[in-house]
């Protein structure tokens, strides 16, 4: 499968527990998103990446958010001290700026649970 | 700032009937505007781009929609409904790559 894929699919976590998801994304995609989804809403953008540059960051990424995506290729995003309203599907798309602009392709996500 | 409507967060129509989902759109400039699929326990699906160009444009499986510059709206249609569209739909805006904004989301029911 070449597709966007996310790891792990589930995560349950106590709260004050870190937590961090990986992303790969369709090889060669210039770009990498990362987006929130809770339940009965649209995601919600956080931040993404152009290579290995961080271009955008949402007013929705507090402090305790980071992502990195050290070569350019996989992304990792890190929840420290989660809290139960970090609960929500975490969702990874990539791009590619070949050929002009064009459609986000978007991974499974990974549901986040915090008790 | 951007913003996504879609008004409607239930549509019903009968299998073979067309179907029509309503999105409106706030954005400065020209933007870029997606239609999105997403069925239970997948990802979220392209099904179609407007970027520039023909203000009619084609999708994936049968759908299309039409930009409408005046309106601000990109309503999603398809002229048979199949019981297997029967999925949540997301109208998308987009600022020149770099602001991707999702609308609420139209729950679509297509019935036998």
């Known amino acids: 499968d070449t597709g966007v894929s996310q790891d792990p699919r589930h995560k349950i976590t106590k709260r004050g527990q870190n937590v961090t998801f990986r992303c790969d994304p369709i090889?060669?995609?210039?770009?990498l998103y990362w987006y929130r989804q809770t339940l009965g809403q649209g995601p919600e953008f956080l931040t993404y990446?152009?290579?290995?540059?961080?271009?955008?960051k949402s007013r929705l990424l507090s402090d305790r958010f980071s992502a990195e995506r050290p070569k350019g290729s996989f992304s990792t995003l890190e929840i420290q001290r989660t809290e139960q309203g970090d609960s929500a599907m975490y969702l990874c798309?990539?791009?590619?700026?070949?050929?002009?602009?064009?459609?986000?392709?978007f991974g499974p996500g990974t549901r986040l649970t915090v008790l | 700032a951007q913003s996504v409507a879609q008004p409607e967060d239930q549509v019903n129509v009968a299998e073979g009937n067309p179907l029509t989902v309503k999105c409106t759109y706030s954005?400065?400039?020209?933007?870029?505007l997606f239609w999105y699929v997403q069925y239970p326990n997948r990802g979220l699906q392209f099904l179609l781009k407007y970027i520039t160009g023909d203000n009619l444009v084609k999708g994936s499986y049968g759908f299309e929609a039409e930009f409408n510059k005046s309106q601000t709206s990109f309503h999603l249609k398809k002229p048979s409904a199949l019981v297997s569209d029967s999925a949540l739909y997301f109208c998308v805006a987009d600022d020149y790559g770099q602001n991707f904004v999702f609308g609420p989301g139209t729950r679509l029911s297509v019935l036998p």
């Open positions: 090889s060669e995609h210039n770009r």
């Open positions: 798309a990539s791009s590619t700026l070949a050929g002009g602009y064009n459609e986000q392709f």
């Open positions: 954005v400065s400039g020209n933007p870029y």
């Open positions: 990446f152009q290579n290995e540059a961080q271009l955008e």
